[in-house]
């Protein structure tokens, strides 16, 4: 059979909110141009982010109810605990209430003097969070990655040769840990390769130093790998992700995305002393080791979840929806970052817009667009997000790219809400010599595009 259809049946319906058009450009002139200010139920169809968004199946809302709340040494606890370790092997495990949490804890529990901490490409909650330890965040992804239009299996790997150098150059002993985020998120959720992770870990191990995953979506990396690297192909998904945890040492996750749940994380790590100090600061700012800032049913359905995301049915449902949105747009000429990655479909819209300059945020107005036009949400990853702006003068250096991420939320939209996706955006690409450029008529002085007011030029 050619159509995949949703491994699902639905239980539990929310409705979606129909507006016209004229409604909305309303809610959007209401809202200075920014979709972040646009209340959710003023959205058609919103692919603002596939955090925290996933709809959960009937056993993991079974295990709500089974959730025990227990202050210490809850059951939910061990059960996820058991999970965890099947699925990494490692030694310590330790809930936290977000992947930014683990990312905090493990940062300050590693930090020490000068250190440096290289990755793919640090996710921007994870660079913020070793900046403020004191260390440098240094990414070195490799080449290929930085192409949108370049189509190459595993566009998330680390240049293993620029690691080596950076090894070289500061010193093993200034870096505490090495980290791969799986898929790599900021730059387009692209893939990880087996061998890759391999290479890295034999470097950090002949220098003795740890290797952690960013392990948001390791279960699409899995399925990337057995879809594209030579000798993977009659693995088990599970066995897959599991050969990937056994070159770490360690990880952070963010269960909002692979976990298939609302809320939740873990820090996962082999080293005694950090797990140690982990605990401590957990205490202090998260909760309780066996809790860490969740109740005992969440516990309980990331445990679920994080069975469920590596079925079969499930994975290839889920990274064929993605890819079938990035063949829609594509097939209408609308450029996009490729391959598709496995949460989201990247849209250029440099390319697309080429008569509004980059300092009138083209990705901002082709949101906006999207908006009026058909109720769909996406986010700006562009000038908007990542232009930088000198303080004394006031002049603006854009982003080198300008992208409307489409981000598709786990088990959430059916087939015929992706095509009204790509009827939609077919349909403003006809007419798009008439989106109009943008400027700023207020923004706070630090990460603009939550809080920023725009006018049409
Ligand atoms: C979402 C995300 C995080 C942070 O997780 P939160 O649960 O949002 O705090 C870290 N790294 C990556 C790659 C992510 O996608």
């Given at each position: 059979?050619k159509?995949?259809?949703e491994p699902?049946?639905?239980k539990?319906?929310e409705?979606?909110?129909?507006?016209t058009r004229e409604q909305?450009?309303?809610?959007l002139r209401?809202?200075g141009?920014?979709l972040?200010?646009i209340?959710a139920?003023?959205v058609?169809?919103?692919?603002l982010?596939?955090?925290?968004?996933s709809a959960?199946?009937a056993?993991?809302?079974a295990g709500?109810?089974?959730?025990d709340?227990?202050?210490?040494?809850?059951?939910?606890?061990y059960?996820l605990?058991?999970?965890?370790?099947d699925l990494?092997?490692?030694?310590y495990?330790?809930?936290t209430h977000q992947g930014?949490?683990?990312?905090?804890?493990?940062?300050s529990?590693?930090?020490?003097?000068?250190?440096?901490i290289?990755s793919n490409?640090h996710f921007d909650t994870?660079?913020?969070n070793?900046?403020?330890s004191g260390a440098?965040?240094?990414d070195l992804v490799?080449e290929?990655g930085k192409?949108?239009s370049?189509?190459?299996?595993?566009?998330?790997?680390?240049?293993?040769?620029k690691?080596e150098?950076l090894?070289?150059?500061?010193?093993?002993?200034?870096?505490?840990?090495?980290?791969?985020t799986v898929?790599?998120n900021?730059?387009?959720?692209?893939p990880v390769?087996?061998a890759?992770?391999?290479?890295?870990?034999d470097?950090?191990?002949?220098?003795k130093?740890p290797l952690?995953?960013?392990?948001?979506?390791f279960?699409e990396?899995?399925y990337?790998?057995?879809k594209?690297?030579?000798?993977?192909e009659g693995r088990s998904l599970?066995?897959?992700a599991q050969?990937?945890?056994?070159y770490t040492?360690?990880?952070?996750m963010?269960a909002?995305?692979?976990g298939?749940?609302n809320?939740?994380?873990f820090?996962?790590?082999?080293n005694r002393?950090?797990?140690e100090k982990?605990?401590n600061l957990?205490?202090?700012?998260?909760?309780?080791?066996?809790?860490g800032?969740?109740?005992?049913?969440d516990?309980?359905?990331?445990?679920?979840?994080?069975?469920?995301?590596?079925e079969e049915?499930y994975l290839?449902?889920?990274?064929?929806?993605?890819e079938?949105?990035?063949?829609?747009?594509?097939?209408?000429?609308?450029?996009i970052?490729?391959?598709?990655?496995g949460?989201a479909?990247y849209i250029?819209?440099?390319?697309?817009?080429?008569?509004?300059p980059q300092?009138?945020y083209?990705?901002q107005?082709?949101?906006?667009e999207?908006?009026?036009?058909?109720?769909i949400r996406g986010?700006?990853?562009?000038?908007?997000?990542f232009?930088?702006?000198d303080?004394?003068?006031g002049?603006e250096t854009?982003?080198e790219m300008?992208?409307v991420?489409l981000?598709i939320p786990?088990r959430?939209?059916t087939q015929?809400?992706i095509?009204?996706?790509?009827e939609?955006?077919g349909?403003v690409y006809?007419q798009?010599?008439?989106?109009?450029?943008?400027?700023?008529?207020?923004?706070p002085?630090?990460?603009?595009?939550?809080?920023?007011?725009?006018e049409p030029?």
């Amino acid at each position: 059979m050619k159509t995949i259809i949703e491994p699902f049946k639905i239980k539990s319906v929310e409705p979606i909110y129909m507006t016209t058009r004229e409604q909305r450009e309303e809610k959007l002139r209401h809202a200075g141009h920014n979709l972040f200010y646009i209340p959710a139920r003023d959205v058609i169809i919103d692919l603002l982010t596939d955090s925290g968004t996933s709809a959960m199946s009937a056993a993991q809302w079974a295990g709500i109810m089974r959730g025990d709340e227990s202050y210490a040494g809850s059951e939910s606890f061990y059960r996820l605990e058991e999970v965890i370790k099947d699925l990494t092997g490692l030694t310590y495990i330790i809930p936290t209430h977000q992947g930014r949490a683990a990312e905090r804890i493990l940062f300050s529990a590693c930090a020490k003097s000068n250190a440096v901490i290289p990755s793919n490409s640090h996710f921007d909650t994870t660079r913020a969070n070793i900046e403020y330890s004191g260390a440098e965040a240094v990414d070195l992804v490799t080449e290929e990655g930085k192409v949108p239009s370049l189509v190459h299996p595993f566009k998330g790997n680390i240049d293993t040769k620029k690691l080596e150098k950076l090894i070289k150059d500061r010193g093993p002993e200034r870096i505490p840990l090495c980290m791969l985020t799986v898929t790599n998120n900021s730059g387009g959720g692209q893939p990880v390769s087996m061998a890759n992770i391999r290479e890295t870990s034999d470097i950090c191990r002949s220098h003795k130093i740890p290797l952690f995953l960013d392990a948001c979506r390791f279960a699409e990396n899995a399925y990337f790998i057995r879809k594209r690297e030579k000798g993977y192909e009659g693995r088990s998904l599970k066995s897959i992700a599991q050969e990937m945890f056994s070159y770490t040492d360690g990880c952070t996750m963010s269960a909002k995305k692979d976990g298939l749940v609302n809320i939740g994380g873990f820090l996962g790590l082999n080293n005694r002393e950090w797990a140690e100090k982990a605990r401590n600061l957990l205490i202090m700012t998260e909760g309780f080791p066996t809790y860490g800032g969740l109740a005992g049913r969440d516990l309980e359905a990331i445990a679920q979840g994080l069975v469920e995301v590596l079925e079969e049915e499930y994975l290839r449902y889920r990274i064929r929806s993605v890819e079938y949105l990035g063949e829609g747009l594509q097939k209408q000429g609308i450029p996009i970052i490729q391959p598709p990655g496995g949460h989201a479909i990247y849209i250029d819209a440099k390319t697309s817009l080429p008569h509004i300059p980059q300092l009138q945020y083209p990705a901002q107005a082709l949101l906006c667009e999207l908006y009026t036009h058909a109720g769909i949400r996406g986010v700006e990853i562009g000038s908007v997000m990542f232009g930088k702006k000198d303080p004394q003068t006031g002049d603006e250096t854009p982003h080198e790219m300008e992208l409307v991420r489409l981000a598709i939320p786990r088990r959430v939209y059916t087939q015929s809400h992706i095509d009204y996706v790509i009827e939609a955006a077919g349909e403003v690409y006809t007419q798009k010599e008439n989106i109009q450029g943008l400027r700023i008529v207020y923004e706070p002085p630090l990460l603009r595009h939550f809080t920023a007011r725009f006018e049409p030029f």
